[in-house]
């Protein structure tokens, strides 16, 4: 059957050096010396170590637990020893550190045990438990995004279609070409799988017509997959972007900031196809994936490699040039410089290319924009690449985003034709992580704040919850109190706390008038006479005895008065006479001395 095939806006056609490469089978890599396995696939899916230093693991075994919605787990890729779990440099542009789990093999590639999959009759009709065992299985995107697949396969939204990307458009690279060479049936046994669980109608394989020998193995295994169409794509870069390649393979555009799902389809790359039947039915992770070694090198071809495997051990197997430079990861239109040989290959790793000068020259000096307009023609998505150039560099990052600046896929044919050399893609790199940046602070203080106003709720809360158990308290307390018979004094103190110190006192005065001495009981009759006859002497006169007793004795009262008044008029009395007494001595003295003075002067 002929299809009808679309074209999209753009594109480049670069030299696409690949016959080196994809003229040999695939190898198996040798096991390294030590395995340096990221916990992290792409900069937001992440896993948390759920191994230690010192363990055991064995070939397949979960050593990192998905965190958060898009965090996949990673396995050992072979068995061994955890001998660390340490940061290590990523290969990303950045060139950051991320934590890794640092294995070195004992040599025997020991499996755990494994058991396919039946997602179709798992037993507990929960399409969640497909979902997570996708996410336990580590798979993720493996044409270079490494976007985790249990998202995209967990969309609300019913795909009609599902497209296998083997178009494979970068210059280079052959990874992809290979597999679909020598593992046709396995990928479109991976695409059965993704189809059903999407619910996909039909499945349109599209491969760029440089690769002859891969289309022929797909068609010849999709005979036997009857919803399977194998569709040759032109070779134009970059038809192996996911909207790229939706649009000339259905003729659906997909708009600014929409993605493939809200138009019935799903896209996912040949080598995520091929590690979903792996999972599902052999019951094996994703530990390996092929890589493509080429560039400035003796022997270019396609390796299978364990994901850890240091770059620097890879080299060895095709044996650089002396003339090689640097290397780059990925391909030469995506790619970026390596920033260290010691990275390891990790799930999104489909190439590494040794690069000269002779092969990939330095380019000449960035010269002033021209405004030609040459990188728009280019540009697959549609975008006006010198306004993203001149708002990225001016820093007026809300102007780049009001141009698109996300829907940028980074591909490159803009500084590709650039008359000016200006390295394009590295500005909008520049933007899109700085606004990241800013995101990521305005998220920390919004977290702060909301941390700030929780707590003040909380101590409202903690308050209103204290005054609460008071009065229910206090509630409680008058309710027994009344049932006691000492409902006056919880009825005149309404406080809780007042109330509560009142019981608290009539309870004591009651005990301590209901507590008789006891140490008298046994005394004879007449000590007992007498104690009685004490403390009725002791006992605090009533108010009518005191006026009795005034009445019956005013006069001694008023005596006794008034003589301690004449008692108190007679001591002032000898006080003042003994002053002045004082005085008139002191006075008769002065007057001596004078006279004496007087006398001796004559
Ligand atoms: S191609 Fe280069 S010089 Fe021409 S408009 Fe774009 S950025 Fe400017
Ligand atoms: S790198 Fe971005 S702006 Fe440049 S051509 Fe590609 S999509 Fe367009």
Redesign the pocket.
């Known amino acids: 059957m002929i299809t009808k095939l679309f074209g999209f806006n753009?594109g480049v056609k670069p030299a696409t050096h690949k016959d080196d490469s994809a003229r040999a089978p695939i190898i198996r890599a040798p096991l390294p010396a030590r395995l340096i396995v990221p916990l992290r696939h792409n900069t937001r899916a992440i896993a948390r170590p759920i191994v230690e230093i010192g363990q055991h693991v064995l070939k397949g075994e979960r050593i990192g637990g998905a965190e958060g919605v898009l965090g996949t787990a990673c396995h050992a890729p072979t068995s061994g020893t955890v001998v660390d779990i340490a940061e290590h440099t990523m290969p990303h542009p950045s060139g950051l550190p991320t934590l890794c789990v640092y294995i070195e093999p004992d040599g025997e590639d020991r499996w755990i045990e494994r058991k396919p999959f039946d997602y179709a009759n798992c037993g507990c009709g929960d399409r969640q438990a497909v979902l997570d065992y996708l996410r336990d299985s580590g798979i993720v995107g493996m044409g270079g995004a490494a976007f985790p697949s249990h998202i995209k396969v967990g969309t609300k939204r019913v795909a009609h279609t599902l497209v296998l990307n083997g178009a494979e458009c970068e210059p280079w690279i052959t990874s992809d070409d290979r597999l679909m060479r020598e593992r046709a049936d396995s990928i479109l046994r991976g695409a059965e799988i993704l189809s059903d669980l999407l619910g996909a109608q039909r499945i349109l394989v599209g491969i760029e017509d440089n690769k002859p020998e891969a289309i022929a193995a797909m068609r010849e295994a999709a005979q036997k997959l009857p919803v399977a169409e194998v569709i040759v794509v032109p070779t134009l870069y970059p038809a192996g972007g996911e909207k790229q390649l939706i649009r000339v393979l259905t003729g659906i555009e997909i708009p600014h900031g929409k993605l493939g799902t809200e138009f019935g389809v799903q896209c996912f790359n040949v080598g995520t196809a091929e590690a979903v039947h792996r999972a599902f039915d052999l019951g094996e992770p994703l530990l390996s994936r092929v890589v493509t070694l080429t560039g400035n090198v003796e022997r270019p071809g396609n390796w299978e490699v364990l994901v850890g495997t240091p770059i620097e051990n890879l080299l060895e197997l095709v044996g650089p040039r002396a003339d090689t430079d640097r290397y780059i990861l990925g391909g030469p239109m995506m790619g970026f410089a390596l920033p260290d040989l010691s990275v390891p290959v990790v799930k999104g790793t489909n190439c590494v290319i040794a690069a000269s000068q002779a092969l990939f020259p330095y380019p000449p000096p960035e010269q002033p924009c021209i405004r030609c307009g040459a990188?728009a023609e280019?540009?697959?998505?549609d975008?006006q690449?010198f306004e993203?150039y001149w708002y990225a560099r001016s820093k007026n990052f809300g102007k780049a985003q009001e141009y698109h600046l996300f829907d940028?896929?980074?591909?490159?044919?803009?500084?590709y034709v650039c008359p000016s050399n200006i390295p394009?893609?590295d500005y909008?790199r520049f933007a899109k992580s700085e606004i990241w940046a800013r995101e990521r602070e305005h998220d920390a203080a919004d977290a702060a704040r909301e941390r700030f106003e929780f707590r003040n709720y909380r101590q409202e809360r903690e308050k209103a919850e204290k005054a609460a158990r008071l009065a229910a308290k206090a509630a409680e307390t008058k309710a027994k109190l009344a049932a006691r018979g000492e409902g006056e004094t919880a009825k005149a103190e309404d406080d809780p706390k007042k109330a509560l110190i009142a019981a608290a006192l009539a309870r004591a005065k009651a005990q301590k008038e209901s507590v008789a001495p006891k140490n008298t009981d046994d005394l004879p009759p007449e000590v007992q006479a007498e104690i009685a006859e004490i403390d009725a002497r002791r006992k605090p006169l009533t108010g009518e005895e005191v006026a009795a007793q005034e009445a019956a004795e005013p006069s001694a009262r008023e005596a006794g008065e008034a003589a301690a008044h004449a008692r108190d008029e007679d001591t002032k009395k000898a006080l003042i006479t003994a002053a002045i007494e004082r005085a008139k001595e002191q006075k008769a003295k002065q007057a001596e001395r004078r006279e004496t003075a007087e006398r001796d002067d004559k």
């Not at 280019?378 to 998505?381: E, L």
């Not at 940028?408 to 500084?415: P, Q, V």
């Open positions: 753009g990188c280019a540009c697959p998505a975008l690449p993203l940028c896929i980074e591909c490159g044919c803009c500084a394009l893609v909008y």
